[in-house]
């Protein structure tokens, strides 16, 4: 019987979205207000869903200490108060969209988690932009 096991976290953060090699015209069709040169921030709410089988011994899927504490570590004190594109390496060369932020959150926590576990990770832009990723 496999059961989900949810953890919700929240961090602030800003970005740009452009392409280096676009030009200012392209990039501002493409991804408007989201391309302000001087960056533009988010209260990104995430929620990690960590799924498998439960421990016999323990009544655990995953100690949900260990999730809140691989958030903080992986997510939280990564991307907190940063600015996606010059503070974060993975996004130096990447463009900070929700999409691969989520992929990005999503490589950082599977790593730490055992490996018969899944994960989902539903990532809030905004209370009604969100995208969620399984490694799939």
Known sequence: ???TVSRRAHFNAAHRLYKKDWSNEKNNTIFGKCNNPNYHGHNYELI???TGEIDQETGFVIDVKILKDIIKNEVEDAFDHKNLNLDVSEFKSLNPTAENI???IHQKIKAKLEGHLDLEVTLYETSRNFVSYSGK
């Open 1 to 3: 019987m496999k059961v």
């Open 48 to 50: 990690a869903s960590v």
């Open 102 to 104: 989520a992929v990005i």
